[in-house]
């Protein structure tokens, strides 16, 4: 449920229900005169079953941010807990398994294993964490039949179109049970019909009161699927909104 920050003047998480909370996040490359700075001080709060989009022109920050939620780059300033665990305190190697056994990944170019099956693909994450490749594989098909497919568990990537290929994307992102999903353009390459579908399927799928979805993307077919929407611009929020009509 959304609440509304009145200091703000945006809606925000309640965050008595937070999967991840940002303040006053800060994140800059480079150093001297070709210094580059990506976040100024984000705030943001996602709350546990809820499907966020992060949007805005390209170099805003947004990619930055979900990386930096993620556990993917460490941020410069400001704190950011997920679940309530904070990367800043945890060691290299704790923050790479904590990552890998609560954190699903989509992109918009899939990356898939060109040599491996369906399967194999979607089983890559718990043979990563320790699982037997039998185990593993067993799982994946579970998990490609409850994506719709079932009868593809053999196919090879160049063997499915771009649709069925963001599926064994987002099973491959879900079989190790995450409780954060993080997307980048997962439709943007995908004509509309099919980009429908795939939301759907995030939203279906993916979330549950224990877990969360946020989406960077510049598709504005699919903004009407998300529960709150916001706006980014040279590296801050602008606005958070519920409804896609008040981005404008």
């Not at 993620?70 to 941020?75: F, H, S």
């Not at 699903?104 to 899939?110: D, K, M, S, Y």
């Not at 719709?148 to 064994?168: E, I, K, M, N």
């Not at 409780?179 to 980048?184: E, W």
Request: a positive charge; aromatic letters at 4%.
């Amino acid at each position: 449920m959304s609440t509304v920050n009145l200091a703000a003047g945006q809606p925000t998480a309640d965050t008595r229900s937070a999967a991840v909370r940002c303040r006053a996040v800060t994140k800059s490359y480079g150093k001297g005169d070709t210094m580059v700075t990506a976040l100024r001080g984000v705030d943001l709060d996602i709350a546990k079953g809820e499907l966020m989009m992060l949007v805005g022109p390209s170099g805003c920050g947004k990619t930055t941010l979900i990386s930096v939620i993620a556990g993917i780059l460490d941020r410069d300033g400001g704190e950011c807990s997920v679940f309530d665990n904070d990367f800043a305190g945890m060691s290299q190697r704790r923050k790479t398994l904590w990552r890998g056994q609560n954190v699903g990944f989509v992109f918009q170019a899939f990356n898939l294993l060109p040599t491996l099956t369906a399967a194999e693909n979607v089983a890559v994450p718990l043979m990563i964490l320790g699982q037997s490749r039998h185990a593993a594989v067993k799982k994946a098909r579970d998990t490609l039949a409850m994506v719709g497919l079932g009868d593809r568990t053999h196919s090879l990537p160049s063997q499915l179109s771009g649709g069925q290929q963001q599926r064994v994307a987002i099973a491959r992102a879900l079989i190790h049970e995450p409780k954060l999903i993080v997307c980048d353009e997962p439709t943007s390459a995908l004509d509309h019909e099919t980009g429908h579908i795939i939301m759907r399927l995030l939203k279906n799928v993916a979330l549950s009161q224990e877990r969360a979805l946020v989406i960077v993307t510049h598709d504005a077919r699919i903004f009407g699927f998300a529960d709150r929407i916001a706006k980014m611009d040279d590296g801050h929020i602008e606005k958070i909104v519920t409804s896609p009509k008040d981005l404008e």
